[in-house]
């Protein structure tokens, strides 16, 4: 049997001895609090610099991210006064173009979360439409609830969320996975962060088709598309990643290349530059294989010809002078 020592405290029992705890660990009034140092304590900049590392631009999303982190910031101040107010909702919408650093910003969020003690694990669990609904009744709850307890203590990045709601469909199964999902967003908000993703006008569709949805968003962060520039600068930042570089001319033609390849289909920010640099490599190494000179040196390793870039399909052309129709990255 149970003895007095070792018997299951029941939840008031538990509830009151946290309470206790916080009277005791409660400031006084006429205390002070140190704010560089709870940001230190929260390795809230370290986060926020990494972030500013890792993405060229998007001075308006840092800007919103930095505000957030600040917020929790001074919420955990008030709680050592035990200055009570609800917990910030920090639900959010992240809107724009593939590319745009949307998953990394989600992913640097769950991170801080976790430091700040806002989430349990802080990691983050990306899906999207087909991992949530099912196929036939009786198939979308468990698959939804699933996908949930796997994000429990963390981020769930729903990208392309809109998917979610089939207007046109009576008989989709979206709708009770939304529901279910308001629901979670609601009840559990200390345990989950729910981050839905995809382009600004079919969000905004969205949440106009599911006011519930909507209005559980606290956060609203738009990611505007990469300048030129900005895309050259995230091209030199992922080949210097990779040990890799231009050559005068290849910069040249490399700059010529994004200028035509942000006009066509399937333009996607970053990722597009990414493979266009993995097509560059798969060039130059073809060159280099091929070339009858095979003593090389490091440098001849390293540089990306002008000849790696122009044999891209993006500069080809119809005989009008115009690209070509759905040119890819290749």
Known sequence: MPTAANKPKSAEEEEREEQEEKERNRLPDD???????????????????????????????????????????????????????????????????????????????????????????????????????????GHTAPKTKEVLKRAMGGVLFIDEAYYLYRAENERDYGQETIEIL?????????????????????????????????????????????????LMQIGCLMLDEQKYEFSDDAEV????????????????????VRNALERARLRQATRIVGEKNHKLSKSDLMRIEAEDILKSRVFEDDGEGESVSGADED
């Open 31 to 137: 205390a002070l609090v140190d704010v560089e140092e709870e940001r230190k304590k929260s390795n809230s900049d370290e986060v926020l610099d990494r972030l500013d590392r890792e993405l060229v631009g998007l001075v308006p999303v840092k800007t919103r991210i930095k505000e957030i982190a600040d917020l929790l910031v001074v919420d955990r101040l008030r709680t050592q006064f035990g200055i009570e107010s609800t917990r910030p909702t920090l639900h959010m919408s992240f809107t724009g173009s593939p590319g745009t650093g949307k998953t990394t910003v989600a992913l640097r969020m769950a991170e801080l979360l976790k430091n700040m003690g806002y989430l349990a694990r802080g990691h983050l669990v990306n899906v999207t439409r087909d991992d949530l609904v099912g196929q036939y009744i």
């Open 253 to 272: 033609a490399f700059r010529d290349y994004l200028e035509r390849r942000m006009t066509q289909p399937r333009f996607a920010n970053g990722r597009s």
């Open 182 to 230: 308001l629901q979670i967003m609601e009840n559990n908000r200390d345990d989950l962060v729910v981050i839905l993703a995809g382009y600004k006008d079919k969000m905004d569709k969205f949440f106009s088709s599911n006011p519930g949805m909507g209005s559980r968003i606290a956060h609203h962060i738009h990611f505007p598309d990469y300048s030129l520039d900005e």
